[in-house]
């Protein structure tokens, strides 16, 4: 992502784990999970997330990337 790059609330419901590694941050970066209902009411915010952090979760769970304040390379994937 460049400066203001973000990515809209998405799920992975065929797969059975999904990851991010934060490979370089240029700034803070924050990335939401929200509750799996349509709602998406309930959101668990990661915003202490540094480089060379992984984030392993469940695919199913709604996700998003808010806009990045500068640039961010990340390597995300999922396992079937």
């Not at 984030?55 to 500068?70: A, N």
């Amino acid at each position: 992502y460049e400066k203001g790059g973000h990515h809209s609330p998405h799920n992975h419901p065929i797969t059975l784990i999904s990851g991010i590694y934060l490979l370089e941050l240029e700034n803070d970066n924050t990335t939401v999970f929200y509750s799996r209902d349509e709602k998406r009411k309930t959101q668990i915010i990661l915003d202490d997330v540094k480089e060379g952090d992984l984030i392993l979760f469940d695919p199913k769970i709604w996700h998003s990337v808010d806009p990045c304040d500068g640039k961010k390379i990340s390597i995300c994937f999922n396992i079937y």
